[in-house]
């Protein structure tokens, strides 16, 4: 055999293979740059960023530790005021302001609390001077942190 064909045959199996290489190099690549967006993608998933605290939030947060955390620990869950307004006449903000302001005037015509004081065994504390505002203020508190654990 001519030498000279031999070394045409080298050299396009030479450049047959490094382009080949070149094409699973480029692969490899891009699938690695495809993966580090897909975890950023679920770290941002993970990680939820904390919500800017509102006005009102910043308030029902003094509100709620001063008057209502002794009894209510808002990050214990048994019993737990997270996610109040889901359940018994709470979805209705006046029934709240009674509530808050004469639990034991409003419990004479609600079940609902009358079975809340069978469980716990004590009466909660009336507040009759906070305000309507500032009882929406605790609400918005509590609710920033149901939200944002
Ligand atoms: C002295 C303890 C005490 C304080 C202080 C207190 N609570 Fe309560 N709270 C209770 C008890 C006990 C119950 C369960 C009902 C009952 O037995 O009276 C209750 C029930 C509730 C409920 C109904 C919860 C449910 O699961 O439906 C809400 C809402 C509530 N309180 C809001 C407040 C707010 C707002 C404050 C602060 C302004 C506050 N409480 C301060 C003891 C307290």
């Given at each position: 055999m001519?030498?000279?064909?031999?070394?045409?045959?080298?050299?396009?199996?030479?450049?047959?293979s490094?382009?080949?290489?070149?094409?699973?190099?480029?692969?490899?690549?891009?699938?690695?740059?495809?993966?580090?967006n897909?975890?950023?993608?679920?770290?941002?998933?993970?990680?939820?960023?904390?919500p800017?605290?509102?006005?009102?939030?910043?308030l029902?947060?003094?509100?709620?530790?001063?008057?209502?955390?002794?009894?209510?620990?808002?990050?214990?869950?048994?019993?737990?005021?997270?996610?109040?307004?889901?359940?018994?006449?709470?979805?209705?903000?006046?029934?709240?302001?009674?509530w808050?302001?004469?639990?034991?005037?409003?419990?004479?015509?609600?079940k609902?609390?009358?079975?809340?004081?069978a469980?716990?065994?004590?009466?909660?504390?009336?507040?009759?001077?906070?305000s309507?505002m500032?009882?929406?203020?605790?609400?918005?508190?509590?609710?920033?942190?149901?939200?944002?654990?």
């Amino acid at each position: 055999m001519n030498k000279q064909v031999n070394y045409i045959i080298y050299a396009m199996l030479l450049s047959l293979s490094l382009l080949i290489g070149y094409f699973f190099i480029d692969k490899i690549a891009s699938t690695k740059l495809l993966n580090q967006n897909q975890s950023s993608i679920s770290d941002t998933k993970i990680k939820k960023p904390i919500p800017p605290m509102s006005e009102s939030v910043v308030l029902g947060k003094t509100y709620f530790n001063n008057k209502c955390a002794p009894c209510h620990q808002i990050h214990k869950d048994d019993p737990s005021i997270l996610g109040f307004e889901q359940r018994g006449p709470w979805s209705d903000r006046q029934n709240l302001y009674s509530w808050v302001r004469n639990p034991e005037a409003f419990m004479k015509n609600d079940k609902y609390t009358q079975e809340l004081k069978a469980r716990y065994g004590s009466t909660m504390l009336a507040f009759p001077d906070l305000s309507d505002m500032e009882i929406d203020a605790i609400v918005d508190y509590i609710n920033y942190v149901g939200e944002s654990r």
